[in-house]
């Protein structure tokens, strides 16, 4: 038996296990062992009990705001880097550890009913995300919102083209989601960007096998946009918060907007930020029919997919299936 100095000792551990370099982190209060050797001054109480996953360009930051405005609920601080949302199961933050993202929640008061919540709308198209998030948060709740993944691919290209991207600005989005194989690669990774996220029962499956059906929410982009009050109630439900909020009476239609906004006193209304519900012309037919047919088998399984869970289709996801047939 042999031991070494920290630094070499884990040089060595490494070279023997090396498909440990990726860590996994586990919530320490669900093994004894683990409570036991944490700090005393930490607790599990200031990690997130709701995830919001995405995907992009779904209405994430509006339902980030409307959660906000209840007062059971506390959402996460913004990033210190991107002044926006933590990103902490999906890249690289992950291996700035647990310490890292807790630092992103207020110390919790006595009230222990403090329900911490966080969006970062690329979990849920991450490969990693779901099995990150169910070993360090077993027992969260997921909400995730779905919109038809044609308009997803679309609002995600025009938000690319709003950034100055030089590939959505040379390419039209007919040319961006027909790229072929022989195209030049920065292309091809906006294509993916604009089409990958909307292989949505593939990404919802994925999260399945990590969490029990019971513990996810999936939400109707579209019923959000036109009913949020009605979907901000299915929410309260799903979270069983004690107090519910009205929302019919805290949110109103802003006609110069065009969406849905928070309504402030005196009967002014505070909405999204002009990068949220932009204005750009309607997608072209043949753009529309190409995605029709490219999500076609995606958008079927992923009825079969809510049905086994028990929830009700997205009305988008009714039409696309009428036109499938
Ligand atoms: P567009 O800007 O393409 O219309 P995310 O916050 O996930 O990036 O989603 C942005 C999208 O949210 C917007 O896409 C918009 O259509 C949609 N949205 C839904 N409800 C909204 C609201 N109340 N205010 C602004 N945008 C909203």
Redo the contacts with the bound molecule.
């Keep these: 038996l042999q031991t070494l100095p920290p630094v070499q000792l884990a040089q060595k551990y490494f070279q023997i296990f090396p498909e440990e370099r990726d860590p996994i982190w586990q919530d320490p209060c669900e093994d004894k062992r683990h409570k036991d050797i944490w700090s005393k001054e930490k607790t599990c109480d200031r990690f997130p009990k709701l995830l919001i996953i995405g995907p992009?360009?779904?209405?994430?930051?509006?339902l980030y705001l409307f959660l906000g405005m209840h007062p059971d609920l506390t959402s996460n601080y913004p990033s210190k880097e991107t002044f926006e949302e933590i990103q902490f199961f999906n890249g690289r933050n992950y291996h700035k550890g647990i310490d890292w993202y807790m630092e992103y929640f207020p110390l919790p008061s006595n009230t222990s009913s403090d329900f911490y919540f966080e969006k970062s709308?690329n979990y849920f198209d991450s490969e990693v995300a779901a099995r990150r998030a169910a070993a360090l948060l077993p027992k969260a709740k997921i909400i995730t919102i779905l919109i038809n993944p044609a308009d997803r691919a679309y609002?995600w290209y025009?938000h690319q083209r709003a950034h100055d991207d030089p590939v959505a600005q040379k390419y039209t989005f007919h040319d961006v989601i027909t790229a072929g194989y022989d195209v030049p690669i920065k292309l091809k990774v906006l294509q993916n960007r604009c089409l990958v996220p909307g292989l949505y029962a593939t990404h919802l499956q994925r999260w399945l096998s990590h969490y029990h059906p019971s513990q996810i929410l999936v939400l109707d982009g579209q019923m959000?946009?036109t009913e949020?009050a009605a979907v901000m109630d299915k929410i309260q439900k799903f979270l069983g918060l004690t107090n519910t909020l009205n929302y019919h009476k805290i949110l109103a239609f802003d006609p110069k907007k065009g969406?849905?906004?928070q309504l402030l006193d005196g009967g002014k209304t505070k909405?999204?930020g002009k990068s949220?519900?932009?204005k750009y012309p309607d997608m072209d037919v043949d753009s529309r029919r190409f995605l029709r047919e490219h999500y076609r088998e995606h958008n079927i399984e992923l009825s079969k997919l809510l049905y086994k869970m028990g929830q009700p289709l997205p009305s988008w996801l009714r039409e696309e299936l009428l036109h499938s047939r």
């Design positions: 992009q360009k779904t209405g994430t930051t509006a709308a609002s025009q959000l946009r949020p969406f849905w906004c909405c999204l949220k519900g932009r």
